[in-house]
């Protein structure tokens, strides 16, 4: 049997019917064609599938979708705004941040996340808080000069986007 769950997608208030084993990242794939997040290992250890629910970075491959109900939820596709990348993907992508790309989606959510809470980590407290998130093609080095890019941007306000994504 499925229920209906209302929630906040991407700043839209959406309603999908679920069934009590979907998990998050499979309703938002199937049911809202957003396939910036991915599942790889659905065990809750790499990362790949990672979304903010509510604030609070979840793996979509093991949140039961029917606990979204009420919650909003940021995805990938929502950090853009009018047109313009956020200050992380603008510095993934300048700062060639992946190889493959599947990680990505999972890296920039947790990038955003720790930025949001420590604007200017440090070398090692960026490998701390990315700790979780599993780049097999190991980019961990541009990763983490994108982290250092993207936090030097919200510092900066370079093209404006301090203001827009403060
Ligand atoms: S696919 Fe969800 S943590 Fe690996
Ligand atoms: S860029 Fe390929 S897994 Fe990270």
Redesign the pocket.
């Known amino acids: 049997m499925k229920k209906q769950v209302n929630f906040t997608l991407n700043g839209k208030k959406v309603t999908a019917l679920v069934s009590s084993s979907d998990t998050l990242l499979e309703v938002l794939r199937n049911q809202f064609h957003l396939y910036g997040a991915r599942e790889s290992c659905a065990l809750g250890l790499c990362g ?1 599938c990672t979304l903010i629910v509510s604030g609070n970075p979840v793996s979509g491959c093991l949140y039961l979708a029917p606990m979204v109900d009420g919650e909003e939820v940021l995805t990938v596709e929502g950090l853009e705004s009018e047109g313009e990348l956020h200050p992380v993907q603008q510095a993934f992508y300048e700062k060639n941040a ?7 989606s999972g ?1 920039i959510l947790m990038a955003k996340k720790l930025l949001d809470e420590n604007p200017n980590p440090s070398e090692e407290e960026i490998k701390d808080y990315m700790a979780g998130n ?6 961990y080095k541009q990763i983490i000069e994108a982290i250092n890019e993207a936090s030097k941007i919200l510092d900066t306000g370079t093209n404006g986007v301090k203001a827009a994504y403060q």
């Not at 992946?98 to 990505?104: N, V």
């Not at 599993?134 to 980019?139: K, T």
């Open positions: 790949v992946f190889q493959c790309g599947y990680c990505t890296m599993i780049c097999r093609c190991a980019s």
